[in-house]
């Protein structure tokens, strides 16, 4: 899995890996929740693209300083808003349901997945990048090969394939049913790593 880490950036100084290398970014909500500085990444690549989907924006919008730096960018004409087609939203669910992430993914998760994947037939020659901290973003993304560029956490090192399973009974259950109640206990429902015979992604 293609994976860059700027844990190590410096706020004090604002200073950042080297953005030069990619060509389109796409932003996930916890790139505005702590307050990643889109102008430090135009500075040192005026020509790269920056984009969202309109889940992500209405998203930003109920976070205040996620509302400052969207209104900002915005100012600035840094920021482009573009939505998935349905075909890429059809793949993003297709692969999330394989490994299992599909019953963790929000709307806007999986919104920005897909743009990702319209962008990449969309300008095949780009370099393109999704900066999101999220591990089933980032887990969806690793079957999909779309890089992801994180930025506090760890992330996760490879694949993860989820099963949905009941706690109590130990019922296994579709990865859409993650978080609902088991209708055999009434048990709410979680996901472990599958440790059967891998299925292949």
Known sequence: ????????????????????????IVLDNTAFVSGFNLNLVTFQNPAIQMYITMDIY??????????????????????????PTAD???TVTTYATKTGDIGAL???????IGLCLDLKLDFAEKRIILMSDDYSVQNT????????FKLHKKGIKKKIQWEIYCPQCFQVFPP??????????????????YRGKRRRI
């Open 58 to 83: 209405e998203e930003a919008l109920k976070n205040p300083r996620s509302k400052q730096i969207i209104e900002i960018a915005e100012a600035q004409n840094i920021l482009r808003i573009q939505n």
């Open 106 to 112: 929000s709307k806007p998760d999986q919104s920005i």
């Open 141 to 148: 993304c690793s079957a999909l090969k779309i890089p992801i």
């Open 1 to 24: 899995m293609i994976v860059w880490k700027i844990r190590n950036m410096n706020h004090s100084t604002g200073s950042l890996p080297s953005f030069n290398q990619f060509d389109i």
């Open 176 to 193: 859409n049913e993650l978080g609902n109640l088991c209708d055999h206990c009434g048990a709410q429902l979680k996901r472990r790593r």
């Open 88 to 90: 890429s939203l059809s």
